[in-house]
Every structure is written in C-alpha cells, then in structure tokens.
C-alpha cells in the first residue's frame, strides 16, 4: 500500500464510551502502544450521570495515551447509556470512518496496521467491518458460567467491542436507537438498518482482546435485563430478527414455561387443589433442575460455583419472563427510533 493510500484510509476516529471503570487505563495504553497508522481523533465519551462525572477520575486513563492525548478529546453524555453516548461520540468527529471500542477492551499489538488494512480492502458499499474479537479463558480449569458467557462475545455478530462503520452509513440509518439503554442488542439492531440500507458488514482482521471482568454471585440474574431489548428487537425488526442477526435463541420459551409451572403451583396450593399443586411443583422442580444442570455440568463445578447455578437458575427463569413480557408490552408501538446524527 502506497503512503498516499495510506493517508487516505487512515482517516479514522475512535469513539469509546465510559463509565470511567478501571478497565479503562488498559483499554486506552494498548491503543496508544498499538503500531499503525494512528486515528486522526479519539473521542472518550464520559458516561456517567452529570452530577458523577467528575474530571479527576479520567486524569489517569487519559494520561497513558501519550501523544495521542493531544488528539483525544473528551465528551459527556449525561448517564444515558451506550447508545446515546457512541451517538455523542460520533456527532462529535469528522472522519470517514468511526472505529466503536468498548472501555473494557484491549486492541492488539498490531492493530492500528491492521485497522487500516481492513479499511483499505472495504468495498464502496461496505457499511462497516468488525473486528475479531479474543476471550482469553482459564487454562488450568473449566470456564465458569459467567466466563462462558463472556467467551460467546467472540463468535458474535457486529458487536461494538470493536466495530468499524463508515460514518456515512451511520448517518444515512440515524446511528444508534437509544431506546436500548443497555449494552445489548443496539449494536445488532444498528446493523440490522445498516444492511436493510443497502450496505454490506463484513468481518475483518484486526484483532481485540476482550478479558472476562470479575463479577459476583448474581451477575447473571441482573443480566436478565436484556430480556426487555429482545422484546423491542421482536417489534422492530420481526420476530425472525434472531435468524438475521445469528443471535442465540436464547432459553426465554423454557424460561416462561417454567415461571408458569412455579404460579401454577401456588396458585393451585392457595385454592386447596393438593394434587394439582404436586403436578404443578414436580414440573417447576424438574425444569429448574435441568436448567441448573445445563450450567454446572461444563463448568468447573467447585462448591462455589454450584451454590451459585442452583441459586441463579431459580431466580432467572421469573426475572427473564417479566424483562421479556415487560418489553413486549412497553415497546408495542415501536417504530424505528435513532439519535440525531
């Protein structure tokens, strides 16, 4: 590749959203270590709710970017979640490409070289380019649930741990619909409308690593939460966006089955009816216990993290369906929405 091809394809931002987690400092000082073409302007986009956005906690993070700090440039979104903050971040550059990297993420080595490499051999109607995403698992062990979950980040479709999008096309779509407040599923519904658009996503070869965060006992439960973005995903794009999207189906059906089976049970035992109640709790106990078993058998099974699947596995099924149920009723009208770009 020329200098002057060079040039030209190197003109890209990065846009990362926080809220000043620790990760941070690592994301930051492994972009700045990264060989390459570097972005022509970093946007960190400071996420938290004003009256927490204290400058003094991001001194540190920025430091490490070195001379890169002269061209990054630090944005608030008030608290409004990943969505709206990657729309800040993008009203906030002029590149024709906009690289989304997650606070929690580490690019590779080589990666600003390899960036420009993926960019240069985009077609003209390539919309955007992901990048390849690394979770490094325990070698001495079996992954835990939470690891595991974490790992299925690796063979996920258009995830913005590192995405690449022309800006054009996040401006022709309207960028981010920030009615998904969490970091979960806007980053497949923006590709949705980028492809319905008519522009291609391909995956490149960049490489990013993605370590598993610590997390505690019921990280998994408040993870349920997502439930409510799949309901909205259902109204917006179908309810065969999951084959679109390659997302996992997820176990939502079992989930309501098995919350219908725990009311039926205390209802029927609340009204006298002994022997209804009995049927009622042996499918309960039986379907949980299965969804129990699913999660401990390719795990570590260590006492610690069998107390925590029998736990979780009776609180998830309820939460999920009321996330699930509660999304489809709020979003019943939806149209497409999206920030103003």
């Known amino acids: 590749m020329s200098t002057a091809e060079k040039a030209r394809v190197a003109d890209y931002a990065v846009v990362i959203p926080t809220i000043a987690r620790d990760t941070l400092t690592d994301c930051l000082g492994a972009l700045a270590a990264a060989t390459g073409p570097q972005p022509r302007e970093i946007v960190v986009v400071d996420d938290r709710p004003s009256h927490a956005a204290t400058p003094e906690r991001l001194e540190h993070p920025l430091a490490v970017l070195g001379e890169l700090r002269d061209r990054t440039r630090v944005l608030r979104s008030g608290g409004r979640g990943p969505a709206a903050a990657r729309n800040t971040g993008l009203r906030g550059v002029t590149s024709e490409w906009v690289v989304f990297l997650d606070d929690d993420v580490q ?5 600003c070289e390899q960036l420009v490499h993926d960019l240069a051999e985009a077609s003209p109607d390539t919309g955007g380019v992901q990048g390849v995403v690394e979770v490094p698992l ?3 062990r079996r992954p835990t649930d939470w690891e595991r979950n974490t790992a299925g980040l690796a063979g996920a479709m258009w995830i913005t741990a590192d995405m690449a999008y022309r800006a054009e096309a996040l401006k022709r779509t309207g960028g ?5 407040r969490r970091a979960y599923r806007e980053d497949a519904d923006l590709a949705l409308r980028v492809l319905d658009d ?3 996503i391909h995956r490149g070869s960049r490489t990013t690593r993605h370590p598993v965060r610590p997390a505690d006992r019921w990280v998994s439960v408040r993870a349920q939460r997502g439930n409510a973005d799949d309901g909205l995903m259902a109204r917006l ?3 065969d966006w999951w084959q679109r999207a390659a997302a996992p189906r997820g176990r939502i059906r079992a989930h309501l089955v098995t919350t219908a089976a725990g009311i039926a049970a205390l209802a029927l035992a609340a009204a006298g009816r002994k022997r209804g109640a009995a049927a009622a709790a042996t499918a309960w106990t039986v379907a949980t216990a299965e969804f129990a078993w699913a999660r401990i058998a390719p795990g570590p099974r260590t006492r610690e993290e069998i107390v925590t699947m029998a736990a979780t596995s009776v609180a998830i099924p309820p939460v999920a369906s009321w996330h699930w149920l509660s999304g489809l009723l709020k979003y019943r009208g939806a149209r497409h929405e999206s920030g103003d770009t």
């Open 198 to 200: 008519g522009w291609r």
């Open 138 to 140: 325990p070698k001495d």
């Open 176 to 180: 981010f619909d920030e009615r998904f």
């Open 107 to 111: 690019v590779g080595p080589h990666w």
């Open 237 to 239: 794009h179908g309810p």
